[in-house]
């Protein structure tokens, strides 16, 4: 069975960093490309990034290029989100999932709140 | 970026109806629309796939079609638990991108 893990979420304050993890599980991981997407309270769905299978690639939406960076240890089935200068509009639910282009396996998410 | 319109924001309808929902890409997108169902506190789930392609388990009563630009899904007599957002995003190119979702409510 797939399993994605998200963990590391929390209460930061504005201009702070934080790491998120997804642990994956049910699948050869290091043979897909990894996503992150997040989505605010009462708000829609974005993509905010991906990283190749073999770390090789990353694509990241305007909102995060140049703050967020997406890494992955294929040896511990882990994805990253290393997030800086976090901002009030950062704050939502992050999924991470896997795939080239379409997204059946989801996540439970974790939040972030970036608040003062 | 691509930039999807997805219509209408909210729909009220009764079990049983017929339900239609559009996006429209701000350009071709070829066939690489997938359509989402999220229920309130839930992470999203897979129903169709590149337009038109219905996901594994997922009833007959939903479909995709469209190519191009333009982009329908539909649920043929619509159940209770369709009760949820549903929402287009466009996987042709990065970054990848979602249509605003559209509110479907039991009436």
């Known amino acids: 069975e797939v399993q994605l893990v998200a963990s590391g979420g929390g209460l930061v304050q504005p201009g702070s960093s934080l790491k998120l993890s997804c642990v994956a599980s049910g699948f050869t991981f290091s043979t897909y490309n990894m996503h992150w997407f997040r989505q605010a309270p009462k708000q829609g769905l974005e993509w905010i990034g991906m990283?190749?299978?073999?770390?090789?690639?990353?694509y990241y939406s305007d909102s995060v290029k140049g703050r967020f960076t997406i890494s992955r240890d294929n040896s511990k089935n882990t994805l990253f989100l290393d997030m800086n200068s976090l901002r009030s509009e950062d704050s939502a639910m992050y999924y991470c999932?896997?795939?080239?282009?379409?997204?059946?396996?989801w996540g439970q998410g974790t939040l972030v709140t970036v608040s003062s | 970026d691509i930039v999807m319109t997805q219509s209408p924001t909210f729909m009220s309808k009764s079990v049983g109806d017929r339900v239609t929902m559009n996006c429209k890409a701000s350009q071709s997108v070829g066939s690489n629309v997938d359509w989402y169902q999220q229920n309130t506190g839930q992470s999203p789930k897979l129903l169709i796939y590149k337009a038109s392609n219905r996901y594994t388990g997922v009833p007959d009563r939903f479909t995709g079609s469209g190519s191009g630009t333009d982009f329908t899904f539909t649920i043929t007599n619509m159940q209770a638990e369709d009760l949820a957002v549903y929402y287009c995003m466009q996987s042709d190119s990065y970054p990848f991108t979602f249509g605003s979702g559209t509110k479907l409510e039991i009436k």
């Open positions: 999932s896997k795939g080239t282009s379409t997204f059946a396996y």
């Open positions: 990283i190749y299978y073999d770390g090789s690639h990353n």
